[in-house]
T-cell receptor, first 115, second 113 residues
């Protein structure tokens, strides 16, 4: 079946602009996660949704970052006033239920480049 | 918060040899330890995981060991093949937020034919 889908696969934007990154989780998966991966590093947790609500947003770096999941399926990560330091691969993952008994399935990510 | 250290950063082996990657973690409350394989341009893919009530787990050529007292865990790949070449990440998590993982820095594994 289809895996986690992320669009766009690549996004180039100018410093100060607003961007939206989209994630389509695996059908039926209730938990959705956003991670950020800088070059040569492991992924870093940003935010976790259980259904429509953000259960843990402790990884969001500042208030320029915001994510929504209005219908409990597709999620959008929004970044305002982008900075060059925001350049990274943004990974989305979903799991059937929250918790370690339900492993994370990652998408291929959106590579964001801020010029 | 949790901190996960991973070594080595690069590992080069000949086809058929074994490869071992080691990780240490800081938070004794962590109880779930997955390993991910990431190929170029792809997202991480879970290859094996272990929970704190188990000391060792094996799946064909891949095994993971956990020492909770010492707070370290290791990935062992036997009979390596060129297609095992990728970046490998260890991670740790505190249940019940099992999806909130803290990752290590990654190991670039190269298997030479």
């Amino acid at each position: 079946g289809a895996g986690v889908s992320q669009t766009p696969s690549n996004k180039v934007t100018e410093k100060g602009k607003y961007v939206e990154l989209r994630c389509d989780p695996i059908s039926g998966h209730t938990a959705l996660y956003w991670y950020r991966q800088s070059l040569g590093q492991g992924p870093e947790f940003l935010i976790y949704f259980q259904g429509t609500g953000a259960a843990d947003d402790s990884g969001l770096p500042n208030d320029r970052f915001f994510a929504v999941r209005p219908e409990g399926s597709v999620s959008t990560l929004k970044i305002q006033r982008t900075e060059r330091g925001d350049s990274a691969v943004y990974l989305c993952a979903s799991s059937l239920t929250p918790g370690e008994s339900s492993p994370l399935h990652f998408g291929n990510g959106t590579r964001l480049t801020v010029t | 918060g949790e901190n996960v250290e991973q070594h080595p950063s690069t590992l080069s082996v000949q086809e058929g040899d074994s490869a071992v990657i080691k990780c240490t973690y800081s938070d004794s409350a962590s109880n779930y330890f997955p390993w991910y394989k990431q190929e170029l341009g792809k997202g991480p893919q879970l290859i094996i995981d272990i929970r704190s009530n188990v000391g060792e787990k094996k799946d064909q050529r891949i095994a993971v060991t956990l020492n909770k007292t010492a707070k370290h865990f290791s990935l062992h790949i036997t009979e390596t093949q060129p297609e095992d070449s990728a970046v490998y990440f260890c991670a740790a998590s505190i249940s019940p937020g099992g999806g909130k993982l803290t990752f290590g820095q990654g190991t670039i594994l190269t298997v030479h034919p």
